[in-house]
């Protein structure tokens, strides 16, 4: 079974940084597209970065130039670099796993995370 847990999250000010992991058991993760989501209160979840099991990254606008993809396969670990918050940048972010196509779609991550809170103060 398939199991993501992501952790890192916290209550920042605006401009400063925090890192989310996400750890990824029994499945073979070196092979699947990893990405990471997030939801704002009252809006619908959507794509905030990807990486392909190439390290090919793409993100959204909204957070290109401050945030960051990356992974450790031997470890079965993605995670998300995120510099100079800003209060919009609050959500709960989701990591998800197993994209078929395009990145930026969630309907085509097949295992999804409980999600981690992260606030961001004006």
């Known amino acids: 079974q398939v199991q993501l847990v992501e952790s890192g999250g916290g209550l920042v000010q605006a401009g400063d940084s925090l890192r989310l992991s996400c750890a990824g058991s029994?499945?073979?993760?070196?092979?699947?597209?990893m990405g990471w989501f997030r939801q704002a209160p009252g809006k619908e979840r959507e794509f905030v970065a990807a990486?392909?099991?190439?390290?090919?990254?793409f993100y959204a606008d909204s957070v290109k130039g401050r945030f960051t993809i990356s992974r450790e396969n031997a470890k079965n670990m993605v995670y998300l670099q995120m510099n100079s918050l800003k209060p919009e940048d609050t959500a709960v972010y989701y990591c998800?796993?197993?994209?078929?196509?395009?990145?930026?779609?969630?309907?085509?991550?097949?295992?999804w995370g409980q999600g981690t809170q992260v606030t961001v103060s004006s």
């Open positions: 990486i392909r099991r190439s390290g090919n990254t």
């Open positions: 998800a796993a197993r994209s078929r196509s395009l990145v930026s779609v969630q309907q085509n991550y097949d295992y």
């Open positions: 029994g499945g073979t993760f070196s092979t699947y597209t």
